[in-house]
């Protein structure tokens, strides 16, 4: 499985962007997908996450009612729409595939996860 995460870049505060990320292989809507962050210096933290169903999502705290994740089984592709950005939103955005088959528990943990994305840097300026 290979994902490609793309649609980061350059914007200045309360802009928006889009993300996608287009998996390969097969099987794609049997797993859940998510997006995480890492920001400079940081760790890597939990952004956003959408059940293999498609019918549960879970974000972070720091992201609720801003971003909206949503996934398109037909084109493999999982997205990220993220709006109202603030400059602490600066992040390299990676995908990521679940690990278990129809998993929905736990979506938020990273050892759900078995592929990663190298992934997108989205900037946000004030």
């Known amino acids: 499985v290979q994902l490609q995460a793309s649609g980061g870049g350059l914007v200045q505060a309360g802009g928006s962007l889009r993300l996608s990320c287009a998996a390969s292989g097969r099987d794609f809507e049997d797993y859940g997908m998510a997006w995480f962050r890492q920001a400079p210096g940081k760790e890597r933290e939990f952004v956003s996450a959408i059940s293999w169903g498609g019918d549960l999502t879970a974000y972070a705290d720091s992201v609720q009612g801003r971003f909206t994740i949503s996934r398109d089984n037909a084109k493999n592709t999982v997205y990220l729409e993220m709006n109202s950005l603030k400059p602490e939103d600066t992040a390299v955005y990676s995908c990521?595939?679940?690990?278990?088959?129809?998993?929905?528990?736990?979506?938020?943990?990273?050892?759900?996860?078995?592929?990663w994305g190298q992934g997108t840097l989205v900037t946000v300026s004030s």
């Open positions: 990521a595939r679940g690990r278990y088959f129809r998993n929905s528990f736990y979506l938020w943990e990273p050892n759900q996860y078995a592929n």
